[in-house]
């Protein structure tokens, strides 16, 4: 079984790894696919399933895929669907193409009862004021980035996931960099439409 209570997480990451190589640890310690959550000091982490991937697009509350959470299937392209262990609709989540060559798609998650949440790049997102500090400090770690790597043979830099900041009206709900780091921040937000966002993430690295 699951050692965190699902409907409680604040912060997790979809994967693997139960214990990374710390100075403590020189070996990475691996587990079954699960949303798993980020616990102890720097050096003596763990991180603990809550959530595990099961077969068929569902996530399970034990690794044997007994006890299920919740299942994930994509009911028309881009748009996924996320129902509990009865098939009762939890909420869709939707990826919007944005039209122009040189934007990102947004996401959007539909909870029934909440307000509409829509995912953005986090220097893209907020009110005009807040685009504008974004903005300027989004420059100046472009400008400290490129000095960093002026000198780096052949110029390869590994690709960073971007930040969506996920809003509804000026409440921000979430944050999320890929499956990599999910972060809520709305104790409204059904802890199962973040956990199915992660698990979709990853199917769209894999494409």
């Known amino acids: 079984m699951a050692e965190i209570e699902w409907n409680q997480v604040r912060e997790f990451t979809l994967g693997t790894v139960a214990r990374p190589a710390t100075r403590k640890r020189n070996r990475i310690e691996w587990g079954p696919q699960a949303s798993r959550v980020p616990q102890g000091p720097k050096n003596d982490r763990v991180f603990t399933p809550c959530a595990?991937?099961?077969?068929?697009?569902?996530?399970?509350?034990?690794?044997?895929?007994?006890?299920?959470?919740?299942?994930?299937?994509?009911?028309?392209?881009?748009?996924?669907?996320?129902?509990?262990?009865?098939?009762?609709?939890?909420?869709?989540?939707?990826?919007?193409?944005?039209?122009?060559?040189?934007?990102?798609?947004?996401?959007?998650?539909?909870?029934?009862?909440?307000p509409e949440i829509v995912g953005r790049t986090e220097w893209l997102s907020g009110q005009p004021k807040e685009l504008a500090a974004k903005a300027a400090g989004r420059l100046f770690i472009g400008v400290l980035d490129a000095i960093s790597s002026a000198g780096d043979e052949g110029g390869d830099q590994a690709t960073k996931q971007r930040v969506l900041e996920w809003r509804a009206g000026d409440e921000i709900v979430m944050l999320s960099e890929g499956s990599k780091s999910v972060s809520v921040k709305a104790d409204w937000l059904d802890r199962r439409l973040p956990f199915a966002y992660a698990l979709i993430a990853e199917w769209s690295q894999r494409t």
């Open 52 to 114: 595990y991937v099961a077969s068929g697009g569902r996530l399970s509350l034990d690794s044997e895929e007994k006890q299920l959470l919740c299942s994930v299937a994509e009911t028309a392209e881009n748009r996924f669907e996320v129902r509990d262990e009865q098939a009762g609709l939890i909420g869709t989540i939707t990826r919007v193409p944005s039209g122009r060559p040189l934007l990102r798609p947004t996401w959007r998650i539909d909870q029934p009862g909440r």
